[in-house]
């Protein structure tokens, strides 16, 4: 689903990624851990090509990110939920679902309105079609996100720190809709410092550090056996 | 010391208000002219074509950095001599409006700009990532946004042109400042009548700028829509 091959990335003279070569299969659940500034947002964020990559080439679902045409394509097709949620503040919840789908899938607007009432059902926000997003908590912005990401029907899903900036009573309703998502045989990549959620939904987890992979595997062998140094002084630092 | 006859105030009101009219007709106008005009200086600024980018840096440093009265002599005067044609009766209205909407243009479109620039950069990332095109994203997250932003701004500039406006008796066209100097010549009473003039400036501007003060409120209170 997705072929990652020797991918650098430069901010200027920084290199944050120093060759990056991973692929993610249908289906699979890859959870990316790592201390801040090992690269992993910028990883997750040259998946969808809202980084300009240095080198190095991404293919997802068959078709290579390379000209802008593919990108847009790629896009529609490769959901991403926001540290900050982003919502657009000036719509409702539920204009916020549907923008999309009624400007990029020219879905007439009663279809995608019935997909967004649905969405909004599933991450158990039906009562707030119409409250605007300052009127909603975090949680709840952070599930309308998820919802809009879902309703362009997308193939993967990509979490950049989806809870980070929550209180942490919200974090739980949250991480129940991703692990929904999980079992219904989502392909997602996600960025966390929830390792409870990397190994309970995780199938492979990668740690990353100073733009490389260092270690990945299975979530068992990465938490109860880690090989790498790094990885094992990173565990014992957060667990 | 001749003494001040305060009486013309009166009788200079019809055609005091007459030029107000006019001035009002050419702030509108040039007003109009200027937001068309930035907003599309605003996203060639913005734009990654180089080419655009330099054009729009071009235009907005020339006309922000000359003043507006010599900008409105080139206009009434250098024009038509350049592109050879004949002025027409009402050029000095056309030159006049003319003149300060490619003026205001400049300005306006800074106004845009930091708008649009103002707008957290998670807003365009959310949109692209959806799929939406530069454009789409501009459209329907970004400007909707901006806009409300610069109102306030908008609303300043509007009365700085309407002040400025006065420019244009340089060109004999017939606006409130014109119409004060030559009442003035007729009845040399500069201090009554000048005063009467700013009267009618100040009380257009505090018009003005109390409408921008409400528009300010109100957007405020839903600023976040």
């Not at chain 1, 009432?117 to 991450?123: D, P």
């Not at chain 2, 040039?30 to 330099?54: K, S, T």
């Not at chain 2, 010549?185 to 500069?190: K, S």
Request: glycine share 8%.
């Amino acid at each position: 689903m997705i072929h990652v091959k020797n991918l650098h990335k430069h901010f200027g003279k920084l290199e944050v990624l120093r060759g990056i070569d991973c692929h993610i299969k249908e289906k699979e659940v890859v959870v990316v851990i790592g201390p801040s500034g090992s690269g992993k947002s910028t990883f997750l964020r040259c998946l969808n090509k809202l980084e300009e990559t240095t080198v190095g080439d991404i293919v997802i679902d068959g078709i290579p990110l390379n000209s802008e045409t593919n990108v847009n394509a790629i896009r529609r097709e490769v959901g991403m939920v926001f540290q900050r949620f982003n919502l657009f503040p000036h719509m409702t919840a539920l204009q916020n679902i549907i923008l999309a789908p009624e400007i990029v899938r020219k879905t007439n607007k009663k279809e995608a309105e019935a997909i967004g009432l649905e969405l909004l059902n599933k991450v158990g926000l039906a009562d707030k079609a119409n409250e605007y997003p300052d009127r909603l908590s975090g949680g709840q912005q952070q599930r309308v996100a998820i919802a809009r990401a879902l309703a362009m029907k997308p193939k993967i899903m990509l979490f950049d720190e989806p809870t980070s900036a929550l209180d942490p009573e919200m974090v739980g309703e949250v991480l129940a809709v991703m692990k929904d998502l999980a079992r219904e045989g989502m392909t997602m990549v996600v960025v966390t410092h929830e390792m409870g959620f990397a190994r309970e939904v995780g199938d492979r987890v990668i740690f990353m550090d100073e733009g490389v992979i260092m270690e990945e595997g299975s979530p068992e062998s990465v938490f109860g056996n880690p090989q790498n140094p790094r990885t094992q002084s990173f565990l014992s630092k957060i667990l | 010391m001749g003494e001040f006859r305060w009486e013309l105030m009166a009788e200079s009101f019809k055609p005091l208000l007459k030029g107000t009219v006019i001035t009002l007709e050419l702030t509108a106008g040039a007003v109009a002219i200027g937001i068309v005009l930035g907003m599309f200086l605003a996203l060639m600024r913005l734009a990654n074509n180089r080419l655009l980018r330099g054009i729009a840096i071009a235009y907005i440093d020339f006309f922000r950095g000359t003043p507006l009265l010599v900008q409105i002599m080139m206009v009434y005067f250098a024009f038509p001599q350049l592109f050879g044609f004949q002025m027409p009766d009402n050029y000095q209205f056309i030159a006049g409006i003319g003149a300060m909407g490619l003026n205001s243009g400049a300005y306006i479109a800074e106004i845009f700009r930091s708008g649009i620039q103002s707008i957290d950069r998670g807003q365009g990332e959310a949109a692209r990532s959806l799929g939406m095109s530069h454009a789409q994203s501009m459209r329907y997250v970004i400007l909707p946004q901006a806009v409300k932003r610069v109102i306030p701004p908008l609303g300043n500039e509007f009365i700085a042109l309407l002040k400025d406006s006065s420019l244009v008796a340089i060109i004999a066209l017939e606006d409130l400042m014109y119409t004060g100097k030559i009442i003035v010549g007729r009845t040399l009473q500069p201090f009554v009548i000048y005063f009467e003039v700013a009267l009618f400036y100040l009380v257009m501007t505090l018009i003005l700028s109390r409408f921008v003060n409400y528009t300010e409120r109100r957007l405020g209170k839903s600023d976040t829509r």
